[in-house]
């Protein structure tokens, strides 16, 4: 599987809005993509929120990133402080509920 974690620097009192604009439009837009596995967003800080993104080859993961930097440079970039910063790869070690 591959992975890819991007981080969001948002202006101040941002967050909300921005997790709207995520529940509202990317979920269902992002779900759907070829190869999709999971979607997680965090909030690490009022102002900053991390995305988690997982398909199932880097392929995938690529032509979904595609889909991603519209989808953020038309609902988020009067949001954003800076570009958002981003890390990718395959995932190399995991576990679920417990496991090992």
């Keep these: 599987m591959h992975t890819r974690v991007t981080r969001y620097e948002l202006k101040p009192g ?13 979920i269902d837009d992002i779900s759907w993509a ?7 967003m965090i909030e690490t800080d ?13 392929e995938q993961s690529l032509v979904a990133l595609e889909k991603a930097q519209r989808w953020v440079f038309t609902y988020l970039g009067d949001h954003l402080v800076s570009p958002s910063v981003m890390y ?3 995932i190399k070690i995991t576990t679920r509920d417990g496991s090992r």
């Design 34 to 40: 070829d190869g999709f596995v999971a979607f997680e």
């Design 46 to 58: 009022a102002d900053e929120l991390v995305g988690i993104l997982t398909f199932r080859n880097e």
């Design 88 to 90: 990718m790869g395959d």
């Design 14 to 26: 941002r967050a909300e809005a921005v997790l709207a604009l995520v529940r509202a439009h990317w």
